[in-house]
């Protein structure tokens, strides 16, 4: 059974146009992450929620925003994006910072 | 800069041998290593950890050692299985709380 879903798992939008890429889970975690991965590239962490406070990294775009409405459900919004965010984006969960984390299948993105 | 370096993006092994992977890092703070395991369209699944405080951690066909005075580790999978065919991920952390920092990955290729 998925424990970390992704939706959709891909997407295409054009330049500008606003986003939202959606992960939830059933695993009851207290951390969702969000990770950029470029190709041939190292996911990058974006931010992440512990519980409901958000830690933003300080190299994070500020097109990049995120929204966690509730424990199972998390959003990352690019409001304008730009070709170079195309990437895959991988959410993943852990119960505390200083566990395991579990990764989503990702949400490839493209931008036309 | 990258303080996670996998400077091997692929490898090939035959079934049955050993595969080591390999992994240099340059943050001395860095306190805990883990290496992740990811299938084509799948997200990366936790494989393997070790602690500054060891040499070594073995589970299985899976074994990390860590040189702390080199500032590297390896992953050795003996022996090799094709279901092994994957990227792996190697990652280090500050503390265990603080973000995990990935490497590019080495892609793996187990020969029949």
């Known amino acids: 059974d998925a424990m970390v879903i992704q939706n959709p798992r891909y997407q295409v939008t054009q330049f500008g146009k606003p986003v939202t890429l959606s992960c939830s889970q059933t695993l009851n975690h207290n951390v969702m992450y969000w990770y950029q991965q470029k190709s041939s590239q190292a996911p990058k962490l974006l931010f992440h929620?512990?519980?409901?406070?958000?830690?933003n990294e300080a190299d994070t775009p500020d097109n990049f925003q995120s929204r966690r409405p509730n424990t199972s459900f998390c959003f990352l919004d690019i409001r304008s994006p730009g070709l170079g965010d195309a990437a895959m984006y991988l959410c993943?969960?852990?119960?505390?910072?200083?566990?395991?984390?579990?990764f989503g299948p990702g949400t490839r993105l493209l931008v036309l | 800069d990258q303080q996670v370096k996998q400077n091997s993006p692929s490898l090939s092994v035959q079934e049955g041998r050993i595969s080591i992977l390999n992994c240099d890092y340059t943050?001395?703070?860095?306190?805990?290593f883990l290496w992740y395991k990811k299938y084509p369209a799948e997200g990366p699944t936790f494989l393997i950890s070790i602690s500054s405080i060891k040499d070594k951690n073995e589970d299985g066909r899976f074994t990390v050692f860590l040189n702390k005075s080199a500032k590297h580790l390896s992953l050795h999978i003996v022996p090799s299985q094709p279901g092994d065919s994957a990227v792996y991920f190697c990652a280090a952390t500050r503390n265990r709380d603080d973000k995990i920092i990935f490497g590019k990955g080495t892609r793996l290729h187990i020969l029949p």
């Open positions: 993943a969960t852990s119960r505390d910072s200083r566990e395991t984390q579990y």
């Open positions: 929620y512990y519980d409901k406070d958000f830690n």
């Open positions: 943050n001395s703070m860095f306190d805990y």
